[in-house]
């Protein structure tokens, strides 16, 4: 049975997901006054994205979490202005359970959790408000996550620990079908974890009701070029090629129409 994320269906092929980075600090695109917002909720739509996922709270390497109050007047003034404006799905991004609440209720029809559902509240939220939720794999906090990160095996011990919140999130009542995993691309990583991602994500397949990967503009593709974070389109673009390659069904992405056109071009073939 195929996941439906509002009027996307996750149906075999892979998606893009546009990002809506609406905070002061994100490493790459913020978007932090009503007119940028709004300029960029209307381009992403116009490029072809198939589903927005708008976030108020940085995650870059070494950032603070803001407050709740703080992050929801962020991104219930965009949740409300897509929803004015387009029928494309919005997922929020938060790791917070009250945030996640108020969103859906503003219209968002899945849960973007980077925290990977470790906050019982957020469990028990998403288990009631029955949506879809897509569980990323971090090790540690944003704060601390690449001090050192250290893997036995760096495949298996992601699967692990996505498996343990999966099986958290059953116990509570959220069906499998319903969520969706994400490898966690530089969230407690090095270059060669982030690597070993890319060239194993099929082993991610049949986890959950689907796969997510995140790798735009991320700083690992800066470690392999030598570029910043302003020139790392074909960086980018080469990570999302193999995650379709790679079978995931969802690709979280700044350059939607970039992305859309490469992926286009693989599907091809």
């Known amino acids: 049975m195929s996941l439906n994320l509002g009027n996307l269906k996750l149906d ?3 998606h893009v997901m546009g990002i809506l980075n609406v905070t002061p600090d ?7 006054d009503e007119e940028s917002i709004q300029k960029r909720i209307n381009e992403m739509i116009a490029e072809g994205a198939e589903i927005i996922d708008i976030g108020g709270e940085s995650t870059r390497p070494g950032s603070k979490p803001v407050s709740t109050e703080e992050e929801l007047e962020r991104v219930i003034p965009a949740i409300e202005f897509v929803k004015n404006v387009s ?10 359970a009250e945030v996640a609440r108020k969103a859906v209720e503003a219209g968002a029809c899945v849960v973007n959790d980077v925290g990977g559902l470790r906050n019982k509240d957020m469990i028990s939220t ?4 029955q ?3 897509i569980i990323m794999h971090m090790q540690g906090t944003p704060e601390n996550m690449q001090k050192n990160p250290q893997y036995d095996d760096t495949i298996e011990d992601i699967r692990d620990w996505l498996q343990e919140r999966i099986n958290a999130a059953e116990i509570a009542g959220i069906e499998r079908s319903d969520m969706i995993v994400d490898p966690g691309i530089g ?4 270059l060669k974890h982030n690597l070993e991602i890319l060239g194993r994500l099929n082993e991610f397949k049949g986890m959950s009701g689907g796969v997510l ?6 700083s690992f593709i800066g470690m392999m070029t030598g570029n910043e974070e302003g020139d790392r389109l074909t960086g980018s673009l080469s990570a999302a090629i193999m995650g379709v390659t790679g079978g995931v069904d969802i690709l ?3 350059d939607v129409n970039e992305t859309l056109n490469a992926v286009n071009a693989v599907n091809s073939l």
């Open 131 to 133: 949506i879809p939720v």
């Open 213 to 218: 990967l995140g790798a735009s503009r991320k």
């Open 87 to 96: 029928d494309i799905p919005i997922s929020i991004d938060t790791q917070k």
């Open 126 to 129: 998403i288990a009631e408000l």
């Open 252 to 254: 979280r992405v700044h």
């Open 12 to 14: 075999g092929k892979c």
């Open 187 to 190: 969230f407690g990583k090095n």
């Open 26 to 32: 994100s490493f790459y695109d913020n978007f932090f």
